[in-house]
């Protein structure tokens, strides 16, 4: 279940292959309401059609920063438990 997670990677998972339900941020666990108070920024990338999975992927960091403006790229920094190890490694 990572339908709570944000930022998150598994450091465990049950028989499944699925994550333990809670509620995390960064791999912090937090409260659910702490959870329900976040506001995820959004992001959104477009590719050219004839782009491979590969280019788009080696792509997206690149291209998040380029067209991020600094002010929706703080928005990031300051979501809470920010943790730059954990949002590199994920993005």
Known sequence: MTEYNVFCYAE?????????PRYRIFNTQITE???????????????????SYDV???????KVRAELT??????FYDLPHF???IFTKIT
């Open 33 to 51: 309401e702490e959870y329900s108070k976040i506001e995820i920024p959004t992001i959104k990338l477009s590719f050219n059609k004839g782009d």
């Open 70 to 75: 600094q002010e929706e790229e703080q928005k």
């Open 56 to 62: 788009r992927y080696t792509n997206a960091r690149q």
């Open 83 to 85: 943790n730059r190890d």
């Open 12 to 20: 465990d998972r049950d028989k499944d292959g699925l994550q333990p």
